[in-house]
C-alpha cells in the first residue's frame, strides 16, 4: 500500500498551512514556531501564560499521501486543517508520542492525544474517509495525523527536513 511507503524516522515537509480564522487555510512557504504563539499567522493562541491542554496541541501534522488518498489534488489537501503536511511514517510503531521531531530548526514533540477525524474532515471527505481514519488500523498507523507542541522555536521551510530524535 502507497501510505506505508514514508520514510520512517525522517521526511520531509511538502506543505504548511497557517489557520488565521475559522474554516480560512493559508498555505506558507516558511514559517516562525515559538512555544509561545505557535505557527506564525495561525489562529491558535496560549491562554493565560499556563500550559493547558490546548496548549500541549499546538501543531497538527498529516501524511502528504493520506492526505492526496482522502483529499484528492494537492489544492485540497489544506482542507484537512493540518499545520505540516509530510512525508514521513507517523504511525505510533514509528514515533511514539513524547518523541520529539526535528522540523526545520525548531524542535516539537509529540502529544499522546489522538488526533481523530471529526464532522468537518467528513463534510469536506466524506463518510468512508472519515471511517478510514477512525478505524482502529487507521489510528494506530495515525492516518489522520498527529498532535505536537512547540518545544524549541525556529523556522520551517517547505522542503525542510523533520528529524526523529
Not at 463534510?123 to 494506530?140: C, I, Q
Amino acid at each position: 500500500m502507497a501510505l506505508r511507503l514514508s520514510p520512517i524516522g525522517r521526511g520531509i515537509v511538502t506543505m504548511i498551512v497557517a489557520r488565521p480564522l475559522v474554516n480560512e487555510r493559508k498555505p506558507m512557504n516558511s514559517v516562525s514556531l515559538t512555544p509561545a504563539m505557535s505557527l506564525t499567522g495561525d489562529r491558535w493562541k496560549k491562554n493565560s501564560g499556563e500550559l493547558t491542554l490546548q496548549c500541549r496541541r499546538q501543531l497538527t501534522v498529516f501524511n502528504m499521501r493520506v492526505a492526496g488518498l482522502v483529499a484528492g489534488p494537492r489544492e485540497r489537501w489544506p482542507l484537512s486543517g493540518d499545520n505540516f503536511i509530510v512525508d514521513m511514517d507517523l504511525s505510533t510503531e514509528a514515533l511514539a508520542s513524547g518523541r520529539r521531531l526535528r522540523i526545520g530548526t525548531a524542535l516539537i514533540e509529540i502529544r499522546p492525544e489522538c488526533h481523530d477525524g471529526c464532522s468537518k474532515f467528513a463534510a469536506r471527505f466524506g463518510p468512508d474517509a472519515l471511517d478510514f481514519v477512525n478505524s482502529l488500523e487507521g489510528k494506530r498507523l495515525r492516518l489522520r495525523g498527529l498532535l505536537a507542541m512547540v518545544i524549541e522555536p525556529g523556522i520551517v521551510t517547505v522542503g525542510d527536513d523533520i528529524v526523529a530524535l
